[in-house]
């Protein structure tokens, strides 16, 4: 169908001018320019406010996107012509801010190593080793914490807060102050003891100001105020925020003039011990006061293991490792390898994720399995409901048959209720001790429907059935109506059986009509995410599949999301970002085939 | 042409009225046994909710006689929970659907139009990567997508993470992708005619669109904005990962709270709270019934 009158914008001979006005839109309206002018000028008032934003921050990349953004929009919507544009817009800027960055992002993820323990740049993972890499020193004194200021008030970001170490055994009082000092406050030992020892109840400023609490049970008192010092009350205490208690437990505290490495830190605000460090970073760079993490960010450096004096060096996985060295061919960092440190950077592994997907002996099998599932579970899902909806529609394609509306009104019911609901009521329903269905369906069997793996994928595809049957039986019903009835008759004259016409006629017709909307189907089971991770999670978990957790009746989709958001054995986003392509690979090409095979797509010319 | 064949049938209809009752049964008799059934099948599940939102007791798993007593408290304990602001869930989903669903409708009806009405470079392969975008799994950019609203949401915290107004803007990325070719189905049912006769008399495109195009196609439109309705106070994933105060969840998010948890699991809110998510969106349904096939088959079924 090519209409000979639609020019495109280059051809301007004269002969054709009033025909191209036509089809630009005709002449505009006064109230139309001034419409869409009004509408722009809202548009670039907001856009030019959130760019002086920008601009305000530094945020170059945004300001000079946004910029773009704008100039686009106003050349496209104050020019004559171009009518396609005027209307793809608004959908191809969301489509491109939302989806194809997001599409493009996984795209780049996929080559990385992005993940829990891959989740920042070097300098980062460097800061947060400092922080992670010492542990308590074998028989420290566990000191009790309390928390003081000068006023007893907790300021904005918490940066007043002190502490009052009490060694509940010597009788030690420490004051902790903000600025990272400690100081013993030393004449009070003998005055803390004796309080401990005749455990007074009464709480009385001793002879060195310090206030005791002495109901902490036999033998033991704290120091919670000290000469200059207030306790912060509980009401103030509410304003501890979780940034403000993780600075808080953050603070390192020079625990001896001998030994500079050792310092004490009280990480849950209640008990403070002694720490060593187990590593120490050498960089060749000064220490700048302003800016302690800079050094962090010294190519050159390294860690030392304070135990042996080897060091840790940068390696290619973005891990920490002796000698820099990688061991294996995917090597990971587990729990207890004393070769690498566990913090790690986001590095490119090129196509290492690929490597394991296809590679992986630990994953093939659950991987197979989940794979045959997932279009298993696709295809009977369409099948099984399709058939489902035809013979319903079937069934009442009886013109004598009354109350064919009350029937379809009700029928549709599990259709027009919310999705996700449907599948925590299910779950209910499935339980395999309490549910309806065991108990009162099946008169009290115990049938494990959601906790074994046979019975489960059956729920699942009963269950999805319920949910899908309404839908092929309205679009079934439909097409069947489309069907001219002249074809019928005439089969019916020409003396073929119900059965005949069905075969031969009517399914032909349907599966030309309905074709597309079985593919959509087929490709939105393929991904039913909904449907399993709320029915069954992906459950039971097969516990032979170590470490991916792969579970019985898992899908493609829900086994990736384990990979990238389960919090069991840490994230790995690089590793799903793979995954997600390649099933967006699979699902797409799917489609286009069996669209292409169908002929769904010829009108599109 | 309905009416013809009504009335042709009116005298048989009345001829047939004489049946044996066991004739009666092998036409159309069982045909009513199995619809019953399948009646049944399809709202026991829905009953059960129904009568596990009215009986009265906090039982941790509900009750499995159905509809044993009747009372309301459920409903009055839903609305009464400060920790748990329903009715907050209740306006959030509302608001974040009907803003979604009449945005993303009238977005793809835009770009519809051009598909359908305009010719111009790059029309196919425009309308054919809108179907290969759809099909990647939104659900797999989340991690996109929380960087994204965390860095906004440095900037500009009303369109950050946590917020209604950025979970609505993600769901509007996916509008074109979602309903750009069913709509194209529709449009193309309407005759290419009734638009060139309205051009030659003078209308200009926006007037062919909006009052010609998007009028006759507007139950079609209807259908279109409940269905996309449905599927975005359905959503989970994406709603769970952007919301995260009690106050700021949607039905979707908050009600999974209520059973969630082994060991305060509480059906008989749960099912309370169902119950009322639910009526709107059933009530709309059977209103626009009539429409929904025409709705569904997206132009496909010319009849």
Redesign the interface.
């Given at each position: 169908m090519t209409n000979p009158l639609a020019g495109g914008p280059d051809r301007s001979n004269v002969k054709r001018k009033t025909v191209k006005n036509l089809y630009d839109g005709g002449t505009p309206s006064l109230r139309g320019t001034l419409f869409k002018i009004t509408l722009l000028a809202i548009l670039d008032a907001v856009t030019i406010f959130v760019l002086f934003i920008l601009f305000m921050q530094h945020l170059w990349v945004a300001f000079a996107v946004g910029l773009f953004a704008m100039l686009v929009v106003n050349y496209l919507y104050l020019r004559r012509g171009g009518l396609p544009a005027k209307y793809l817009a608004p959908g191809v800027i969301l489509l491109i801010a939302f989806q194809i960055y997001v599409l493009l992002f996984s795209a780049y993820t996929a080559f990385t190593n992005y993940g829990s323990s891959h989740n920042g740049s070097e300098q980062l993972a460097v800061t947060a080793l400092n922080e992670a890499g010492s542990q308590p020193v074998d028989g420290s004194v566990q000191y009790d914490v309390h928390l003081v200021s000068a006023t007893g008030t907790v300021n904005a970001d918490g940066s007043n807060i002190g502490f009052l170490f009490t060694d509940p055994v010597g009788g030690k009082v420490l004051l902790a102050d903000p600025n990272l000092k400690l100081t013993e406050i030393p004449a009070c030992s003998t005055a803390v003891q004796q309080v401990i020892k005749t455990n007074a109840t009464t709480v009385t400023p001793d002879q060195c100001g310090l206030k005791m609490l002495t109901d902490l049970g036999p033998n033991l008192a704290d120091a919670i105020s000290a000469p200059g010092w207030k306790a912060i009350s509980i009401a103030e205490s509410n304003k501890v925020s979780t940034d403000i208690s993780n600075k808080l437990a953050g603070r390192h505290y020079p625990a001896s003039s001998s030994d500079q490495s050792l310092f004490l830190q009280t990480q849950d605000l209640t008990t403070a011990i002694t720490y060593q460090p187990q590593i120490i970073w050498v960089s060749s760079m000064k220490a700048d006061p302003n800016d302690p993490q800079a050094i962090y960010a010294d190519p050159k450096g390294y860690f030392l293991r304070v135990a042996d004096g080897k060091k840790y060096l940068p390696a290619q996985d973005g891990y920490f490792r002796i000698d820099g060295k990688i061991p294996g061919k995917f090597g990971a960092c587990g729990e207890g390898d004393a070769d690498c440190l566990n913090i790690g950077w986001e590095v490119q592994v090129g196509m290492r994720n690929f490597a394991t997907i296809f590679g992986d002996q630990q994953l093939r099998a659950p991987l197979l399995k989940i794979i045959s599932w997932t279009f298993l579970f696709a295809a009977s899902t369409v099948f099984t409901t399709f058939v489902a909806g035809l013979a319903i529609a079937l069934l009442f394609n009886d013109e004598r048959m009354k109350g064919k509306k009350i029937y379809r009104s009700l029928m549709i019911l599990p259709y027009a209720f919310p999705a996700f609901l449907s599948a925590y009521v299910w779950r209910g329903l499935l339980n395999k001790d309490e549910g309806f269905i065991n108990q009162v369906i099946l008169h009290g069997a115990h049938i494990p429907w959601l906790t074994e793996e046979t019975p489960a994928r059956f729920a699942v595809l009963l269950v999805n059935l319920w949910l899908g049957f309404p839908y092929m039986f309205l679009i079934t019903t439909g097409a069947l109506q489309a069907i001219p009835a002249e074809l019928v008759e005439s089969a019916t004259i020409d003396g073929a059986t119900p059965w005949q016409i069905l075969r031969q006629i009517k399914l032909p017709l349907l599966f030309v009509s309905l074709a597309p909307l079985l593919i959509s189907s087929f490709a939105f089971n393929f991904n039913n995410f909904t449907l399993i991770y709320l029915l069954t999670g992906g459950g039971p978990i097969d516990s032979t599949t170590s470490g991916y957790d792969a579970g019985g009746t898992d899908i493609l989709i829900t086994f990736v999301y384990k990979i990238a958001f389960s919090t069991g054995h840490g994230r790995d986003y690089g590793l799903a970002s793979a995954f997600s392509i390649l099933i967006f690979i699979l699902v797409a090409t799917f489609s286009l085939v069996s669209f292409r095979r169908t002929r769904t797509l010829e009108d599109v010319n | 042409m309905a009416n013809a064949t009504a009335v042709i049938?009116q005298p048989l209809?009345m001829k047939?009225k004489r049946r044996t009752p066991l004739k009666w049964f092998l036409?159309?008799g069982w045909?009513?046994l199995?619809?019953l059934a399948?009646?049944l099948?399809?709202?026991f599940?829905?009953l059960?909710?129904l009568s596990t939102s009215l009986f009265p007791n906090n039982s941790i798993?509900?009750t499995?006689t159905l509809f044993a007593a009747i009372s309301f408290q459920n409903y009055i304990n839903l609305f009464s929970d400060p920790a748990r602001p329903f009715g907050l869930w209740y306006m959030n989903t509302v608001i974040i659907g009907l803003v979604t669903s009449v945005l993303s409708v009238f977005?793809?009806a835009?770009?519809a139009?051009?598909f359908s009405r305009?010719?111009?470079?790059g029309?196919?392969g425009?309308?054919?990567s809108l179907?290969?975008?759809q099909?990647?799994?939104?659900?797999?950019?989340?991690?996109?997508?929380f960087?994204?609203l965390t860095e906004i949401g440095k900037?500009?915290p009303a369109f950050g993470l946590d917020s209604v107004l950025g979970l609505i803007?993600?769901y509007?990325?996916?509008?074109?992708?979602g309903g750009?070719y069913l709509m194209y189905g529709f449009f193309?049912t309407v005759p290419k005619e009734l638009d060139e006769a309205a051009?030659?008399d003078?209308?200009?495109?926006?007037q062919i669109f909006y009052g010609i195009i998007m009028r006759l196609v507007s139950p079609v439109l209807a259908v279109q904005m409940l269905l996309s309705y449905?599927g975005i106070?359905?959503?989970?994933?994406l709603a769970s990962v952007v919301l995260s105060k009690p106050e700021s969840l949607t039905l979707?998010v908050g009600?999974?709270q209520f059973?969630s948890d082994p060991y305060s699991k509480d059906?008989s809110m749960?099912?309370a709270g169902?119950v009322l998510?639910?009526i709107p969106?059933?009530t709309l349904?059977?209103f626009l019934?009539r429409y929904?096939?025409?709705g569904?088959?997206g132009g496909?079924?010319?009849?």
């Open positions: - | 049938e209809k047939k036409t159309t045909r009513h199995v619809g399948l009646i099948y399809a709202i599940p829905i059960y909710i798993e509900g499995n977005i793809s835009l770009a139009y051009a305009l010719r111009f470079r029309r196919r425009g309308l054919l179907i290969l975008i099909m990647f799994p939104s659900l797999l950019g989340l991690v996109a997508i960087g994204m900037i500009f803007m993600i509007l990325g996916g509008s074109l992708g750009t193309n051009k030659l003078g209308a200009t495109h926006t449905i106070t359905s959503d989970y994933v979707a009600l999974q059973i059906w749960f099912t169902a998510a639910a969106v059933v349904f059977m019934q929904i096939v025409s569904l088959l496909a079924v010319k009849g």
